[in-house]
Each structure stands twice: as structure tokens, then as C-alpha cells.
């Protein structure tokens, strides 16, 4: 079985700029959720897609994070604007059922805003 | 406002020895408390987890001890070694709930050999 796959693995780009990551998670996964690790703190939750629904969008920061889940397939995550505190590292994981677990996790893509 | 709170935040032991590691939470609803190893340019991994009707699960080297009126919970790593170096997240979550973890903010083990 593929693992959850995101890229690109590294992003840098200039704080105003537009950035787009990918996370195609584990086929028939209808759960995708989106974290991110800012330097040395706790990973936090963005946000949760059923299938194409947005379950639960509480953690995005704010409106310059667009994600989506076209087709409830692979999702994107878009920051634009993006600025300096954005950097950090973005985890998307997939699982089957909610609530119980069996998250897994791709390896992240880590984004650096200059 | 931390509702996961992780210690410590760096820990060295030696081979062979016991690691442990911390959580206190706050929200009494959590009921999934799983822990999760991370290496360096990889996604965390699910290595155990207990829900709070037991108050300790075992896999191999690795114990989850839960003390639900302390709020607390922690990894024991018996015989530890230089393999087990990586990072560790503990979280809670609510079944209830969408899913989603609450995560510590991570312990950084290094096993010397």
C-alpha cells in the first residue's frame, strides 16, 4: 500500500508570494487533515476533509490559507500572501475511520518564507 | 492555550537504559491518547496509544502509563536504544470529535551508545 505522499518536500519562496502543496493521501482514505509544525512547538491541527467536505476548518490561521479536495481525491493547501511566520512544516495524513486513530502521515512539506 | 503538555523537551540516555516521557492534559473528553515517533525528513508515525479504561498498555519495549484522575499520561522505553533516537509527540483527541490530535509539543531522545 502508498503512503501518503506530499510535495514538494521543501518550498522556499519570498514572503508575498504564492505557495501551493500537494498531499495525494492512501486511496479510499475519505479522511485527509492538514497540521503544521512551526519551529520546536507542538504540531497543530488546520484543518479536516471528508471525502470533498470540509469537516473542520478551525486551525487555519486565516484567509490567506485556501484548501481544497477537489474530486475527494489528492487536496492542496495555498497560502497566499504568504508571510515570514507561515514557515514551518505542513503534515497532511489520511485515515479510514475518525476518532480512532490510524492516522497516517506523509513526511511534510517544509516551507521557509524569506 | 497548550492542552497537551510534553516533558521533555530534550532527553539523553544511555544504551540500555529507561526512557521516559511526559503528558498532562487538560480537557476530560479526550479519549484516544496515542504517541508518535518521528525521524528526521519523515512524517510522525503511530507507535502505541490507550484509551482511559486501562491504566497501562505494553508493545514490546514500549509502555503507555495513564493516570486518569492525575490527567496524566507517559512513555516508558525499556532497554533503549541508539535506534529509538527520534522524536516523540503525544496527543489526545476526542472520538466524538472530527479526529483531530492534540499534540504535545514533542521530546527529542537521544540514545548514546
Known amino acids: 500500500e502508498a503512503g501518503v505522499t506530499q510535495f514538494p518536500s521543501h518550498s522556499v519562496i519570498e514572503k508575498g508570494q504564492t505557495v501551493t502543496l500537494r498531499c495525494d493521501p492512501i486511496s479510499g482514505h475519505d479522511n485527509l487533515y492538514w497540521y503544521r509544525r512551526v519551529m520546536g512547538k507542538e504540531i497543530k491541527f488546520l484543518l479536516h476533509?471528508?471525502?470533498?467536505?470540509?469537516?473542520?476548518e478551525s486551525g487555519m490561521p486565516n484567509n490567506r490559507f485556501l484548501a481544497e479536495r477537489t474530486g475527494g481525491t489528492y487536496s492542496t493547501l495555498k497560502v497566499q500572501p504568504a508571510e515570514l511566520e507561515d514557515s514551518g512544516v505542513y503534515f497532511c495524513?489520511?485515515?479510514?475511520?475518525?476518532?480512532?486513530?490510524?492516522?497516517?502521515f506523509g513526511s511534510g512539506t517544509r516551507l521557509t518564507v524569506v | 492555550q497548550q492542552q497537551v503538555k510534553q516533558s521533555p523537551q530534550s532527553l539523553i540516555v544511555q544504551k540500555g537504559g529507561i526512557s521516559i516521557i511526559n503528558c498532562a492534559y487538560e480537557?476530560?473528553?479526550?479519549?484516544?491518547f496515542p504517541w508518535y515517533q518521528q525521524f528526521p525528513g519523515k512524517g510522525p508515525a503511530l507507535l502505541i496509544a490507550?484509551?482511559?479504561?486501562?491504566s497501562e498498555k505494553k508493545e514490546g519495549r514500549f509502555t503507555i502509563s495513564f493516570n486518569k484522575s492525575a490527567k496524566q499520561f507517559s512513555l516508558h522505553i525499556m532497554d533503549s536504544q541508539p535506534g529509538d533516537s527520534a522524536t516523540y509527540f503525544c496527543a489526545a483527541s476526542k472520538s466524538s470529535n472530527t479526529g483531530k490530535l492534540i499534540f504535545g509539543q514533542g521530546t527529542t531522545l537521544q540514545v548514546k551508545p
Open positions: 476533509f471528508v471525502k470533498e467536505s470540509k469537516q473542520d
Open positions: 490507550i484509551r482511559p479504561d486501562v
Open positions: 480537557n476530560t473528553a479526550f479519549d484516544y
Open positions: 495524513a489520511s485515515s479510514q475511520e475518525r476518532g480512532r486513530g490510524g492516522y497516517t
